[in-house]
């Protein structure tokens, strides 16, 4: 078992910036990959970022290359999304999720190689 706690969503003005923490518990953390999800209203929840276990590879969706970083404290247990330059149609749920089937390579992308899932911050962005 894998719990997973976001913090650190609000509202913010377009142009802003926040940092997402995702800390998780109950499994040795280093030997995940994790994800950041967001789903707006009335929209599927859709992919964000991921990183690797190690932290050497990450993805992310085209809609936030460049205004969005993820990153990771193993020491720590805490998985971070840093979000710049945010704008109205970033304003969603943010999840964070564990994918604790997959050893190596990319971190994947697609909701259901995510096992574990937290219960979401909200983030909203005013124009």
């Known amino acids: 078992q894998v719990q997973l706690v976001e913090s650190g969503g609000g509202l913010v003005q377009a142009g802003g910036s926040l940092r997402l923490s995702c800390t998780a518990s109950?499994?040795?953390?280093?030997?995940?990959?994790m994800g950041w999800f967001r789903q707006a209203p009335g929209k599927e929840r859709e992919f964000v970022a991921a990183i690797s276990w190690s932290g050497g590879r990450t993805n992310s969706a085209i809609s936030v290359k460049g205004r969005f970083t993820i990153s990771r404290d193993n020491a720590k247990n805490i998985v971070y999304l840093q979000m710049n330059s945010l704008k109205s149609e970033d304003t969603a749920v943010y999840f964070c999720a564990a994918d604790t089937r997959v050893v190596g390579g990319a971190p994947r992308t697609g909701r259901d190689d995510y096992d574990y899932w937290g219960q979401g911050t909200q983030v909203t962005v005013s124009s």
């Open positions: 109950g499994r040795i953390f280093s030997s995940m990959s």
